[in-house]
Every structure is written in C-alpha cells, then in structure tokens.
Nanobody
Framework: QVRLVESGGGLVQAGGSLRLSCAAS????????MVWFRQAPGKEREFVGG????????YSANSVKVRFTISRDNAKNTVYLQMNSLNPEDTAVYYC????????????????WGQGTQVTVSS
C-alpha cells in the first residue's frame, strides 16, 4: 500500500521560510517522479513543482521558481520542498503526489497523494 505523509507546515510571517517533507512508503521511491501541489481555499489545486526519478531534474511553476526548491533523498524515501521568501499568496494546503513516470503538471495524472499539510503566511 502506497503511503505519502507530508510534514513541516505551519504559520510563518511574510518573508520567512519553511521546509516541507513528504515521506513515502509502499513504493520503489527512486522510480517515481515526486511532485508538490497546493490548494488555497476556493481555488483549484495548483502545480508547484516536481523532481524526476532519473537524474533528479526539477521543474517548478513560474510563480515559485526563484523562491522554492525541490530535492529528494532516495535513501530516506523523502522529497522536500524548501520555501523561501514566503508571501500571503502562498497560503494553502500543500500536497505531495507520486507517479511512476515523468512529471506532469496536471493533478489528475497522479494516483498517489498525501493528506496535505497547511501552510499559512501572515502579512
């Protein structure tokens, strides 16, 4: 059974940083593309960024490209989202997801999801 568990969310002031983690189990982690989405109240789930299974190449949405960094530790079956220079528009529930092929920016492409972790940025 595949399980993804996010952690690291919380309340932070604008300009601050957070690092989210997503621990995976029940899959061969190194063979999966891992991604982050977020969903703010009343909005659709939005692709944030991801890291491919091969070579660890990353892809990020333009809105976060220079502020957020994605990395993975295959030995720990964990993917990370380092978020810097946070602003109130980044407030959302952040989800990690996995698929056994390459990154896709569409949420419906993913079979496996975590439960989400809340990130709140105060102004």
């Amino acid at each position: 059974q595949v399980r993804l568990v996010e952690s690291g969310g919380g309340l932070v002031q604008a300009g601050g940083s957070l690092r989210l983690s997503c621990a995976a189990s029940g899959l061969t982690f190194s063979t999966y593309a891992m991604v982050w989405f977020r969903q703010a109240p009343g909005k659709e789930r939005e692709f944030v960024g991801g890291i491919n299974r091969a070579y660890g190449t990353t892809y990020s949405a333009n809105s976060v490209k220079v502020r957020f960094t994605i990395s993975r530790d295959n030995a720990k079956n964990t993917v990370y989202l380092q978020m810097n220079s946070l602003n109130p528009e980044d407030t959302a529930v952040y989800y990690c997801a996995a698929r056994p092929t390459s990154i896709d920016t569409v949420a419906t492409a993913y079979d496996y999801w975590g439960q989400g972790t809340q990130v709140t940025v105060s102004s």
